[in-house]
């Protein structure tokens, strides 16, 4: 599957989730708290235990590092530096503290906005609407997604100079070429959902969500898609393949480089880029803090902690997996939910929702949460825990009675890992193992 085929998976996903929420909202209008209101109704007993455990981890993994890593990232790329670590992670925390200073003190959505409460909540570093700032940028993001859309077809139609890009349908070419697995579909499959997330926050800030969201909610995310899909083939057209593989969070950068150099033009469109993540901070933490009323205090510690404590270049991935975890859990409790709730509905002949989704977008809604889970399981037992933890896992061959055999998974320390590769076979058998000497001499 290609990158355009797996953000477009990515854009039907979304939908499909969406149509999930807009459902739940359907049946519970008057109610606040989306996921939070819709576990608790899908699943009344246990007593309060699903809207509890997701309260918990709302509140457990609500940091934002992710988004302030990629801000710190783009300050640095528009000065033209190469941070170390420690740089990194203390732009990182100005960038989050700046975000948190926006919005930590807007008012509770049951507060009377009296003038003591408006003068309580405004500060030197608290503008008059959060939501004003977010839409803002939300406003400046879209445009520049337009921008580097357009610039990328302008590439890709040879009308830069070819000293700087001197074949730009090169990457297009065997474009399906290389290594690809499962595994490695599904890890990218589940961080463009990660990059389409958002949408969730629409069900705690907007009145009558089922009325608004189901206008505009589709269409947006069509247009969101579509931008990211082209500026895909943008920085495909400019940037060599063996450099993208390599950018992780900057690819952008690199595209901007390579077309524009590193002048002024550069570095002001790596500030519109770092600009959008600050207001994808913002828009988080305003949805978070209606969720959860404490939720921004609460969390604030643990974003921190988040930013510190993985290594600098193992961030990133370490945190959106996190997270994605127990959100693709409790995604798929929501779609099986649907129908516990549609059947109790049912049998108390209460009236149909304002809006129904198909059952073919709920069971593919379910589906792929079930596959999402069981990737970020493996990826996190497998590769980011060794890799914090110091050790790499190995098979290792079992002998049993009658001379069967099996095979468990070992942690092999790092320090050691050289010798054990030198003295076991690709399977994990012992190299001095005279078994597996006659399995080599019988393979010849």
């Known amino acids: 599957m290609g990158e355009d085929g797996i953000w477009a998976l990515g854009f039907l996903t979304s939908i499909a989730n969406l149509s999930v929420y807009l459902e739940y909202a359907s049946y519970f209008p008057n109610r606040s708290g989306s996921e939070v209101v819709y576990l608790d109704q899908a699943y009344p007993r246990p007593r309060w235990m699903f809207p509890t455990a997701f309260a918990f981890q709302s509140v457990a993994l609500s940091f934002n590092s992710s988004n302030a890593i990629v801000l710190a990232q783009y300050l640095f790329r528009m000065n033209g530096h190469s941070p170390t670590a420690w740089e990194l992670k203390g732009v990182t925390v100005a960038g989050y503290t700046v975000a948190a200073s926006c919005t930590s003190r807007t008012p509770s959505p049951t507060m009377p906005l009296t003038p003591e409460v408006s003068l309580l909540t405004r500060s030197p570093f608290t503008p008059a609407s959060p939501y004003h700032l977010s839409n803002g940028i939300g406003i400046i993001k879209v445009l520049t997604l337009v921008f580097v859309s357009i610039t990328g077809l302008v590439v890709l139609g040879g009308h830069v100079s070819t000293d700087r890009i001197p074949n730009p ?78 950018s992780q969070q900057i690819a952008a950068s690199l595209f901007l480089t390579r077309v524009f150099g590193s002048g002024r033009a550069m570095r002001g469109l790596n500030f519109l880029i770092a600009l959008s993540s600050f207001g994808n901070l913002v828009s988080v933490l305003i949805g978070s803090s209606r969720l959860i009323r404490e939720c921004e205090r609460q969390g604030w510690a643990l974003t921190i902690l988040m930013i510190l404590a993985p290594p600098a270049g193992d961030a990133f991935n370490f945190i959106t997996d996190l997270q994605v975890l127990p959100s693709a859990f409790f995604q798929l409790v929501m779609g099986i939910g649907l129908y516990v709730v549609r059947s109790r509905r049912s049998r108390l002949n209460l009236p149909g929702p304002e809006f129904k989704d198909w059952d073919l977008v709920v069971v593919f809604n379910i589906l792929v949460q079930l596959l999402i889970a069981c990737a970020i399981y493996y990826y996190l037992r497998i590769s980011i825990i060794p890799k914090l933890r110091g050790y790499r896992i190995q098979q290792e061959v079992l002998r049993l009675e009658a001379g069967a055999q099996s095979h468990k998974l070992v942690k092999v320390p790092v320090a050691q890992l050289a010798e054990w590769e030198a003295t076991h076979d690709v399977v994990g058998r012992p190299l001095n193992d005279s078994t597996s000497l006659e399995d080599k001499r019988g393979m010849g």
Request: glycine share 6%; hydrophobic share 50%.
């Open 169 to 246: 349908r090169l990457n297009f070419r065997d474009s399906f070429s290389g290594e690809a697995t499962a595994y490695g579909v599904t890890n990218a499959l589940y961080k463009i959902i990660f990059s389409y997330a958002g949408f969730e926050n629409a069900f705690n800030v907007v009145k009558r969500p089922v009325k608004q969201v189901r206008r505009n909610g589709f269409v947006a995310l069509l247009i969101v898609a579509v931008l990211y899909i082209l500026a895909n083939v943008a920085y495909f057209a400019a940037v060599p393949k063996e450099k993208l593989v390599k």
